[in-house]
């Protein structure tokens, strides 16, 4: 079983930056992938950028640019630095886990990202 912290997120103005981060603790296996997804109201959930434990990254095209994620293996945390935040970025973020020896995913509780213009 594995656990998601989320930290960070909050409230924005267009243009401006938030970091996110997510600490997995629990029984932690390699390989894995963490990463961010989100979900404004009515929409559906998407991705928005993921990392392995390999350090290889994919990124949605809406933020490529903008958001950089990153991970620290040694405190099983990824974090998500996301710049020149617009109002489209408003929307709930989730922390993922998936675990790649059975492909197993695991949720975070999501946090609110609010981007005023």
């Known amino acids: 079983q594995v656990e998601l912290s989320e930290s960070g997120g909050g409230l924005a103005q267009a243009g401006g930056s938030l970091r996110l981060s997510c600490r997995a603790s629990?029984?932690?296996?390699?390989?894995?992938?963490m990463g961010w997804y989100r979900q404004a109201p009515g929409d559906e959930r998407e991705l928005v950028a993921i990392?392995?434990?390999?350090?290889?990254?994919n990124y949605a095209d809406s933020v490529k640019g903008r958001f950089t994620i990153s991970r620290d293996n040694a405190k099983n945390t990824v974090y998500l630095q996301m710049n020149s935040l617009k109002p489209e970025d408003t929307s709930v973020y989730y922390c993922?886990?998936?675990?790649?020896?059975?492909?197993?995913?695991?949720w975070g509780q999501g946090t609110q990202v609010t981007v005023s213009s």
């Open positions: 993922k886990f998936t675990e790649l020896r059975g492909w197993t995913d695991y």
């Open positions: 629990g029984n932690i296996f390699s390989p894995n992938i």
């Open positions: 990392i392995s434990s390999g350090s290889s990254t």
